[in-house]
């Protein structure tokens, strides 16, 4: 069936490291792909997008790469800060339909 | 804050009972989607509304339904509920004719007895 996995689903980094938050996808079709970050009790919250005619997209802190050849996309965090600690979904879109495909989530924990 | 609004909070129901839910868009969104998030798992697409019309369904059953007003502002109504309805429901909404990206409003927690 559909789906969006995520290959590890906790991980633990010390602050100031870099984290790397990987994703495979299914739907080879898929054009839009977007990392949310969930904190507890929240709604998920718009990190970053990418659309599949790039590989590489950078905001403040944040980077997604985007490999189409592995169905493979990345969310790599800089200098990762307590704050930062939550629950990571990568999610697919197809030819700009309302439907994401959001898979299982990674916990992303930060020790001070 | 994404200016996506839900009511209530928490929400505590019997099975059989029927539940509605409310959303309020971002300002000048014209598109809301519904979503589906049970504990521990990513959220699942429910159904989208535009234009005051259903555009869009995941596998859900018709038991659940929804509403679009002219002010964007959308209901999820769920009947005859099961236990597994129990989860977090979220709504999301986004402007159709500028891009995709779907700003997420912070969620029901319906329990189910």
């Known amino acids: 069936g559909e789906s969006v996995g995520l290959h590890l689903p906790t991980l633990s980094v010390q602050e100031g490291d870099n984290s790397i938050i990987n994703c495979a996808y299914s739907?080879?079709?898929?054009?839009?792909f977007i990392w949310y970050k969930q904190e507890s009790g929240k709604g998920p919250q718009f990190i970053i997008d990418?659309?599949?005619?790039?590989d590489k997209r950078q905001g403040q802190r944040v980077t997604v790469l985007l490999n189409k050849t592995v169905k493979h996309l990345s969310l790599q965090i800089a200098a990762t800060q307590p704050g930062d600690s939550a629950v990571y979904f990568c999610?697919?879109?197809?030819?700009?339909?309302?439907?994401?495909?959001f898979g299982q989530g990674t916990e992303l924990s930060v020790k001070p | 804050e994404t200016g996506v609004t839900q009511s209530p909070t928490h929400l505590i129901k019997t099975r059989g009972q029927q539940v509605t839910l409310r959303c309020s868009s971002q300002?000048?969104?014209?598109?809301v989607s519904w979503y589906q998030q049970a504990l521990g798992q990513g959220p699942q697409f429910i159904f989208q509304?535009?234009?005051?019309?259903?555009?869009g369904r995941g596998n859900f059953p018709p038991r659940f339904s929804g509403l679009q007003f002219p002010n964007y502002s959308s209901e999820l109504n769920v009947n005859a509920l099961e236990l597994d309805d129990s989860a977090l429901y979220l709504c999301?909404?986004?402007?159709?004719?500028?891009?995709?990206?779907?700003?997420f409003g912070p969620g029901t927690r319906l329990l189910v007895l």
């Open positions: 509304y535009y234009r005051e019309e259903e555009n």
């Open positions: 999610a697919e879109n197809y030819n700009q339909g309302g439907k994401l495909i």
């Open positions: 990418i659309r599949s005619n790039m």
């Open positions: 300002s000048g969104h014209n598109t």
């Open positions: 739907n080879s079709a898929s054009d839009y």
């Open positions: 999301a909404s986004r402007r159709l004719d500028v891009g995709e990206t779907q700003y």
